[in-house]
């Protein structure tokens, strides 16, 4: 008889770094170098590794930010790795619950991103905003409110009183 424990996923300490989360998205840039640089300065994202290849491309690269790591690679259009500027844009948005929504998007501007939905009270009572970084990856930036709805009722009664056109 098959052993029935033969195809479970191992634990979460057997794959990952102490520290680091199970699940890590893995950004293509065009420029990952400069990504690593831009990260640290409008996230504060610290580095934990970087790989260069034998043309200097990074293949393979991490940060830390906001205690997620963050995999970077360089855009390698050979091998299938392509960002989202060379795509024409992105289905993905990277979400960071931060203390203060306003001054980090602000040092992110400042670093060189774009705004493209400012900081705003949202009916779900979190202060919210989106940008795009220089390399085409959108970023929402969070500070969630103290005593905003977290069941799904709550949420919708909010949606409804703040936001009928979507109610």
Request: proline residues 11%.
């Given at each position: 008889?098959?052993?029935?424990?033969?195809?479970?996923?191992?634990?979460?300490?057997?794959l990952?770094?102490?520290?680091?989360?199970?699940?890590?998205?893995?950004?293509?840039?065009?420029?990952?170098?400069?990504?690593?640089?831009?990260?640290?300065?409008?996230?504060?994202?610290?580095?934990?590794?970087?790989?260069?290849?034998?043309d200097?491309?990074?293949?393979?690269?991490?940060?830390?930010?906001?205690?997620a790591?963050?995999?970077?690679?360089?855009?390698?259009?050979?091998h299938?790795?392509?960002?989202?500027?060379?795509?024409?844009?992105?289905?993905?948005?990277?979400?960071?619950?931060?203390?203060?929504a306003?001054?980090?998007?602000?040092?992110?501007?400042?670093?060189?991103?774009?705004?493209?939905?400012?900081?705003?009270?949202?009916?779900?009572?979190?202060?919210y905003?989106?940008?795009?970084?220089?390399?085409?990856?959108?970023?929402?930036?969070?500070?969630?409110?103290?005593?905003?709805?977290?069941?799904?009722?709550?949420?919708?009664?909010?949606?409804?009183?703040?936001?009928?056109?979507?109610?």
């Amino acid at each position: 008889m098959a052993d029935p424990t033969a195809n479970e996923t191992p634990p979460v300490h057997d794959l990952s770094p102490p520290g680091v989360p199970f699940l890590a998205p893995h950004l293509v840039c065009d420029g990952a170098a400069a990504a690593i640089d831009f990260y640290a300065k409008a996230f504060g994202a610290q580095e934990m590794m970087r790989l260069p290849g034998p043309d200097g491309r990074l293949v393979h690269a991490s940060v830390m930010i906001n205690g997620a790591m963050v995999m970077l690679v360089d855009e390698m259009p050979e091998h299938g790795m392509r960002g989202p500027k060379l795509l024409g844009g992105t289905p993905v948005t990277l979400h960071l619950a931060v203390p203060d929504a306003d001054a980090v998007v602000a040092r992110a501007v400042q670093a060189g991103a774009t705004v493209v939905m400012p900081v705003a009270d949202q009916f779900w009572g979190d202060r919210y905003g989106v940008i795009a970084d220089p390399f085409g990856h959108h970023w929402s930036v969070a500070t969630p409110g103290k005593d905003a709805p977290r069941t799904s009722e709550a949420l919708q009664e909010a949606m409804r009183q703040g936001a009928p056109e979507q109610a």
